[in-house]
């Protein structure tokens, strides 16, 4: 604190060199404790102003005891706004220096005058300022200036990013928290508030509750257009389960135990809820969502979107700035040319147009995350149908060529990862979110046929006419007056771009995922077929093969993406073998399969449930060819490399590190072995198991983690929330049969050959007896 008792002292002894240092102990003692001094007001002036020039205070306290003296109840308060102008002049600055250099670790040697500030008092004097209209007992309750109102929430926001700590005792007040809420009806303190709101709810250690907040349906259907979707960020706070921010507690086996110690709804279960009982609520976010924006001119905007977003922070500043933009354009308009450089600065024409591209986009950042949600919440199919009805899908379809796609190249292209939470561009993350959306559109759910247009759907009934199958229902039942107009689907728009992206771009991860979500659920062919057409297939193949992309992210979706375009379809496999032509390729294919299993797995899931489908249709002439001729059914037949997968599928899982992103391959094995019991061959592959583990000298270790591995399953599937049709549709293999398989491997009769414990001699029994115990 060398800069508040500063470095001269005109005290004289250790004692009385310390003085200064004392006031800030007290202080921050009594922030602790509760006793003692709480602000400044209760020290007296005369000490404050003697020791203010030595600690280097800037007159801070002074100030603030004379805004405690001008803020008593019924004053008319226009003298405490003059002080607390002087101050927030003071604080301003060393707010836009924490913005404009990185957001640097907050301390009070980096910014004195906000720590000052805090640390007499002046924090809760204007929590107290702000909160006093609520606390009289007067029947006629006078109302603030809207200008103090604004002033003190600018001051309060620039204290939470300047000094640790502030944001996180203004999130403990749940009275100020709701009352915060209350000032965002008066629209000219709405960004401000929001600015506000948002910084508290970021840290808040409990969600907050939105049905909590005084009339929410009410202050929700009096915002503007603007407003929904500034309120939108603020509510993706409300609605995101919280990350716990720890590897341990994302496996399997911890959630389990969080579900079963939390049965209720989760809170943001219950704001979700609170959120679609607001009438018009998820009408005005699709128009938000789908609204169009004037095209930007001129060959510099790209450079100058780039230029903004070095230095905006959110859509909350663009907001301000865009009012100031306004005001001053009014005001120039009133005054001579020459009063002000800036009203004809070249940067002052060009800004409005960049500023009002990059202001939409990020709008449609915050609602497609609530949208993206809502559809991945327990209200999903609520969700669905109200996204259809207001025609949420074909109106990002108008959007695609013009705002979400636009035609151009970025001068550098930066790979980001997975996390949507990344700090990245707005056009990054407006993309990022906007296929995030698709895939949770499309996602196991009839309604993904709304990413076509009228002339794809009879494309689609075409291939089943031609192959000689029935129409898959849903496409049967699709409303055709909701799905895409124009030339082109969203789908085959999506399929267009993902094309030209470079190989190790992120966007691949995305749009692997959004289109791989169409072809998931119970396979149709059509659907297969349909993509097929659209050189999808070899374009994956080029990317995992000839591409050199090294992404794990993106070689994982796109394994995940050509095991469910190839899934049991005879055409596929025989296109695969054609792009697939030299050993060289086949080699290389292999390799990228082999470096990282829990990535590929269900690729190796998809060729082993197709070669058991085509094993069994061997009157058809074309798939005996396709047998006999393609690489990799060829590979997959011997069953010394089904045996390889199953060691290593088994090998590289346990129940500890079991998480939503590895569980795969505990199924991939159990279908290899559920395939292989059909077929009689259980008891061979459980020795070769046993075989394995004394060929590594390992006896007991494999064949233990497997039964570990089918106790937890059990656990985990047989959970009567948890929805089982994913495996059953995936695989074609009645859920039943999964059920029983399992059981027999657990069976506890040793004689049994096809239970897993009659492999395991006695001495090496059950290594990990009590890793599922309670």
């Given at each position: 604190m060398a800069t508040l008792m500063g470095s001269e002292s005109p005290c004289t002894g250790e004692k009385r060199r310390n003085c200064n240092g004392n006031i800030v102990t007290k202080f921050t003692a009594s922030k602790i404790t509760g006793r003692g001094f709480s602000r400044g007001t209760q020290?007296?002036?005369?000490?404050?102003?003697?020791?203010?020039?030595?600690?280097?205070?800037?007159?801070?306290?002074?100030?603030?005891?004379?805004?405690?003296?001008?803020?008593?109840?019924?004053?008319?308060?226009?003298?405490?706004?003059?002080?607390?102008?002087?101050?927030?002049?003071?604080?301003?600055?060393?707010?836009?220096?924490?913005?404009?250099?990185?957001?640097?670790?907050?301390q009070e040697s980096t910014f004195p005058n906000t720590y000052t500030f805090d640390l007499f008092g002046g924090v809760d004097l204007l929590v107290e300022i702000l909160m006093r209209p609520t606390l009289t007992m007067q029947k006629k309750k006078n109302s603030m200036n809207d200008d103090l109102v604004k002033d003190c929430l600018s001051v309060l926001y620039n204290c939470c990013i300047c000094t640790e700590g502030v944001t996180k005792n203004l999130a403990v007040r749940d009275d100020?928290?709701?009352?915060?809420?209350?000032?965002?009806?008066?629209?000219?303190?709405?960004?401000?508030?929001?600015?506000?709101?948002?910084?508290?709810?970021?840290?808040?250690?409990?969600?907050?509750?939105?049905?909590?907040?005084?009339?929410?349906?009410?202050?929700?259907?009096?915002?503007?257009?603007?407003q929904l979707a500034n309120f939108c960020r603020i509510l993706s706070v409300t609605i995101s389960e919280p990350d716990v921010g720890n590897d341990d507690k994302h496996t399997l086996l911890a959630k389990n135990a969080q579900q079963k110690h939390n049965a209720s709804p989760s809170r943001a279960e219950v704001n979700q809820v609170t959120l679609l009982n607001i009438p018009g609520f998820i009408e005005r976010l699709c128009k938000l969502a789908t609204r169009k924006v004037s095209e930007a001119t001129g060959a510099n905007f790209l450079q100058e979107l780039e230029d903004w977003y070095t230095w905006l922070d959110n859509a909350?500043?663009?907001?301000?700035?865009?009012?100031?933009?306004?005001?001053?354009?009014?005001?120039?308009?009133?005054?001579?040319?020459?009063?002000?450089?800036?009203?004809?600065?070249?940067?002052?024409?060009?800004?409005?147009?960049?500023?009002?591209?990059?202001?939409?986009?990020?709008?449609?950042?915050?609602?497609?995350?609530?949208?993206?949600?809502?559809?991945?919440?327990?209200?999903?199919?609520?969700?669905?149908?109200?996204?259809?009805?207001?025609?949420?899908?074909?109106?990002?379809?108008?959007?695609?060529?013009?705002?979400?796609?636009?035609?151009?190249?970025?001068?550098?292209?930066?790979?980001?990862?997975?996390?949507?939470?990344?700090?990245?561009?707005?056009?990054?993350?407006?993309?990022?979110?906007?296929?995030r959306l698709l895939q949770s559109f499309s996602d196991h759910h009839e309604n993904k046929y709304l990413l076509l247009n009228s002339q794809e759907l009879n494309e689609l009934s075409a291939i089943s006419m031609k192959a000689n199958i029935p129409e898959v229902e849903a496409l049967v039942n699709t409303d055709r007056s909701l799905v895409c107009d124009g030339k082109k689907g969203l789908l085959t728009r999506l399929l267009t771009v993902m094309k030209r992206e470079p190989p190790d771009s992120s966007f691949r991860f995305w749009q692997a995922r959004a289109v791989e979500s169409f072809l998931r659920g119970a396979t149709s062919y059509a659907d297969q077929m349909f993509l097929l057409k659209r050189g999808l297939l070899e374009h994956i193949l080029f990317c995992i093969i000839d591409s050199g992309c090294t992404s794990r992210d993106v070689l994982q979706s796109y394994f995940d993406l050509l095991g469910e375009l190839m899934k049991f379809n005879i055409d596929a496999f025989k296109r695969f073998n054609k792009y697939v032509n030299t050993p060289e390729k086949f080699q290389i294919f292999l390799t990228q399969i082999n470096s990282s299993l829990v990535d590929s797995n269900m690729l190796v899931r998809c060729i082993v449930l197709s070669l058991d489908r085509f094993e069994s249709q061997t009157e058809d002439v074309k798939v005996v060819e396709v047998l006999s001729e393609c690489c990799l059914l060829s590979y997959m037949a011997r069953v010394e490399n089904r045996l390889s997968f199953l060691f290593r599928l088994i090998n590289i899982i346990n129940v500890q590190t079991l998480t939503q992103e590895n569980v795969s391959c505990l199924n991939t094995s159990l279908v290899v072995l559920m395939l292989a019991r059909r077929k009689a061959k259980l008891p061979f592959y459980l020795n070769a198991l046993r075989e394995k583990e004394y060929a590594e000298r390992y006896p007991g270790c494999l064949l233990n983690n497997f039964h570990n591995l089918l106790r937890f399953w059990q656990r985990h599937y047989l959970n009567k929330d948890k929805d089982s049709t994913c495996l059953e549709n995936s695989s074609?293999?009645?859920?039943?049969?999964?059920?029983?398989?399992?059981?027999?491997?657990?069976?506890?009769?040793?004689?049994?050959?096809?239970?897993?414990?009659?492999?395991?001699?006695?001495?090496?029994?059950?290594?990990?007896?009590?890793?599922?115990?309670?």
């Open positions: 020290l007296p002036g005369g000490l404050l102003q003697e020791r203010d020039k030595r600690a280097k205070w800037h007159g801070i306290p002074t100030v603030l005891q004379r805004l405690h003296e001008s803020s008593h109840p019924n004053s008319d308060l226009s003298q405490a706004h003059s002080f607390l102008k002087v101050l927030s002049s003071q604080l301003s600055m060393e707010a836009m220096s924490f913005v404009t250099e990185d957001r640097k670790t907050a100020f928290v709701l009352f915060l809420f209350t000032l965002m009806t008066n629209k000219k303190t709405f960004l401000q508030t929001a600015t506000l709101i948002e910084d508290i709810l970021g840290v808040k250690k409990e969600m907050i509750q939105l049905e909590g907040i005084p009339n929410l349906s009410g202050l929700v259907q009096s915002f503007d257009q603007q909350l500043v663009l907001d301000a700035l865009l009012q100031m933009a306004t005001e001053e354009a009014e005001q120039s308009s009133t005054e001579s040319s020459d009063e002000s450089s800036l009203a004809t600065s070249p940067l002052r024409h060009r800004l409005p147009q960049s500023m009002k591209i990059v202001h939409e986009i990020m709008y449609k950042v915050e609602v497609l995350y609530v949208l993206c949600v809502l559809l991945m919440g327990r209200q999903r199919n609520q969700v669905h149908k109200m996204l259809a009805e207001f025609r949420l899908i074909p109106g990002l379809n108008n959007l695609f060529d013009k705002l979400i796609w636009r035609k151009y190249t970025a001068s550098n292209h930066v790979v980001h990862g997975q996390n949507e939470n990344c700090d990245c561009s707005p056009e990054i993350s407006f993309k990022i979110q906007f296929l074609c293999i009645p859920f039943s049969y999964w059920k029983e398989t399992v059981s027999v491997l657990l069976g506890s009769d040793r004689t049994s050959l096809c239970a897993i414990a009659s492999y395991i001699d006695e001495p090496y029994m059950d290594l990990d007896k009590d890793l599922l115990e309670d």
